[in-house]
């Protein structure tokens, strides 16, 4: 007995032993193969398809030489960063896999006074202050032979544009020279400098816009004044933002560019929100600035393009705060959805969310030889309504709404060969004729050397809003203790630097960037809201004819009404009044029980939705148990 009890517990203990043998050589194995488990729904923590394209292409050895300050002394902020440098180590891991000999991976601890530390300077690796006195390094610097990039210092607030910056900076390495953008508008992208007047008042000039500063990280940008009369040869890609009263002169110059191959991005407007904000008076503001297109281009391309409406979709509108702290629907402002974006194209497949204020739409065929690819798209509950007028007073969009049942297109992309928008070749300056001496000899013609037609395919993309690109509409700027944490607000930017991407850089990084704005709105409730709305609109226009009809009638006795009696309602009046508040009281009863029923079946959708997210993972887990059981039960009662 006591020889089989020694048995058991040795065996016991040998079997506990072999279990800890097995799990630590699993813990091994599995911690060199930094496998990771990502279950969100885009990926976000895992290597994109562009990231591994960019890594399959190299054909030479790309080294990594990534600085943490390891040994930094312990605070609430190095425990944080050194947090964040371990999800950096592994996705530098997870590139060193990818990249099957390609990436050579280093890592330092730059120690004060160390040769990592000389080398992080050397490298262009910036250490941060910290409030002991020390610096904490968390940076990397990436070379091919002679090519080097550097990214400073890796902040926190960018973690999910890590893969994008990583990514971009292995794509930099290997470029010989930075493809040339050109950026013409009638807006201050460029920003303004400050006026020494208006310093003195406190007040600073305007910074370049996001969309530029994020360009010139990956292109050389060029401003292109809007009074050109040629497109330099250099520039491969051309950006016209809001082309307000543009010459013909500089339309023909755009149409040479693009006939000799070169991309346009034009980003249009029915009405512009940004324009208008340097308007002092506040009405003139708050009505817009008015339209912008390429009217002689477009028309050649058999493009139309409305730039006095705007597109109310009641799908898509924003709720935004009004003036006096209540939200106010704009149907003229759109969260558009994938609902209504092309996610098949290169360019918009990873976006799920753009943002278009006030902008106008396309419509007509494409000229021969040229293909249509819509981008963006409304829903066809909408409508054109005017510009001006939905800005200054949007519940006037909501009230005389009527649905067009037409999806509208909101960004195109043609390609194919183009033809000249200008047969009889440049047009002439429009200016004031001097007179001339009899005797003067007529000027001699000059040949036409214009191009008639494109000897290559090229590419326009056309968008109707311009609004969408400032930084008040697509980034939001917070500050932290790391400094100005720039937040997408959507993903206009992404769409924006997506078009030039596809046009003049490389189309991987288009997926790598377009995966850091990812948000899922509520697509279903915002359906029921605009069901309901569509009620609510019907009753509100009963009420207001019925509130005009019971006046008229009033109208009409007080004129019949003898002049000393005027101020007196008489039994008509009386009755008639009486008639139309009980239509109101009525039609108030009604509508508030529309408002109710909408906003109950809100609320049991988002109760169903935080109860299917509290309970499915336990009651998935509790199933497999019970199957497991059941299983287990089932084998033991066949032996």
């Not at 040998?14 to 800890?20: C, I, Q, T």
């Not at 058999?302 to 702290?325: H, L, P, Q, S, Y």
């Not at 419509?363 to 021969?368: E, F, L, R, Y």
Request: hydrophobic residues 40%.
């Amino acid at each position: 007995m006591q020889k089989k009890s020694l048995e058991t517990f040795l065996y016991s203990i040998g079997g506990v032993v072999a279990m800890a043998l097995i799990l630590i050589a699993v813990n091994v194995i599995l911690g060199g193969m930094r496998q990771r488990a990502d279950l969100t729904k885009e990926k976000a923590y895992t290597l994109s398809d562009g990231t591994r394209a960019i890594l399959a292409r190299l054909d030479t050895p790309v080294k990594i030489r990534f600085y943490c300050s390891q040994s930094a002394s312990a605070s609430p902020e190095t425990v944080f960063l050194k947090g964040y440098a371990r999800k950096v180590e592994d996705l530098l891991t997870e590139y060193k896999q990818a990249g099957k000999g390609k990436i050579l991976l280093e890592k330092y601890d730059p120690q004060p006074d160390s040769d990592a530390e000389d080398s992080a300077r050397l490298d262009g690796v910036q250490g941060l202050p910290l409030q002991s006195g020390d610096k904490f390094y968390l940076g990397l610097a990436v070379s091919q032979l002679d090519a080097k990039e550097a990214i400073p210092f890796l902040q926190p607030t960018r973690e999910r544009l890590l893969e994008y910056d990583l990514s971009r900076a292995i794509t930099r390495v290997q470029a010989t020279d930075k493809p040339v953008v050109g950026v013409m508008s009638s807006l201050p992208v460029f920003g303004m400098p400050s006026n020494p007047m208006m310093m003195q008042m406190g007040q600073r000039g305007q910074p370049a816009w996001a969309l530029i500063t994020e360009l010139q990280n990956d292109f050389s940008v060029k401003r292109v004044d809007m009074n050109t009369d040629k497109i330099d040869a250099e520039i491969k890609v051309l950006i016209v933002i809001h082309p307000k009263d543009i010459t013909e002169a500089t339309q023909f110059a755009i149409d040479q560019f693009v006939l000799r191959g070169g991309k346009l991005v034009a980003f249009l407007d029915a009405n512009s929100l940004m324009e208008s904000r340097g308007q002092q008076n506040p009405m003139m503001s708050q009505m817009g600035g008015g339209g912008s297109t390429l009217d002689k281009l477009l028309k050649a391309w058999g493009i139309n393009f409305e730039n006095t409406k705007v597109v109310a979709d009641m799908n898509f509108r924003m709720e935004v705060g009004g003036g006096n702290g209540q939200p106010t629907q704009r149907p003229t402002w759109l969260s558009i959805t994938p609902e209504g974006i092309d996610t098949n194209d290169v360019v918009t497949s990873q976006i799920d969310n753009i943002w278009y204020f006030a902008g106008g739409a396309f419509s007509g065929t494409p000229a021969a030889g040229l293909k249509e690819t819509v981008l963006l798209r409304s829903t066809t509950d909408s409508q054109l309504v005017d510009g001006m007028m939905a800005n200054l007073s949007p519940e006037s969009a909501l009230k005389g709404f009527k649905s067009s049942g037409t999806e509208y297109a909101l960004a195109i992309r043609l390609s194919g060969k183009f033809k000249t928008a200008f047969p009889d070749g440049k047009p002439a300056d429009k200016k004031p004729d001097a007179k001339k001496p009899e005797d003067a000899k007529p000027e001699a013609t000059k040949p036409d050397d214009a191009l008639k037609e494109g000897k290559t395919d090229s590419t326009v993309i056309l968008v109707g809003d311009a609004d969408m690109i400032h930084d008040s509409f697509s980034v939001q700027d917070t500050q932290t203790p790391f400094g100005n944490m720039r937040r997408p607000l959507n993903g206009n930017l992404n769409f924006a630097q997506n078009t030039v991407e596809q046009l003049a850089g490389d189309n991987n990084l288009i997926g790598v960037r377009s995966r850091a704005t990812m948000n899922r709105p509520f697509t279903r409730v915002k359906k029921m809201e605009a069901q309901a709305d569509a009620r609510f609109r019907g009753k509100v226009q009963e009420l207001e004819a019925s509130l005009a009809e019971t006046q008229q009638r009033l109208n009409e006795l007080q004129s019949n009404k003898d002049k000393n009696q005027r101020f007196i309602l008489s039994p008509e009046q009386q009755a008639e009044l009486e008639k139309f508040r009980k239509k109101e009281s009525e039609a108030r009863a009604v509508l508030k029980k529309t408002q109710k029923d909408l906003r109950r079946e809100v609320d049991q959708l988002e109760t169903r939705v935080k109860w299917w997210n509290i309970f499915a993972m336990p009651l998935a887990v509790t199933v497999c148990g019970i199957l497991l059981a059941v299983y287990k039960r089932k084998l033991t009662a066949a032996k």
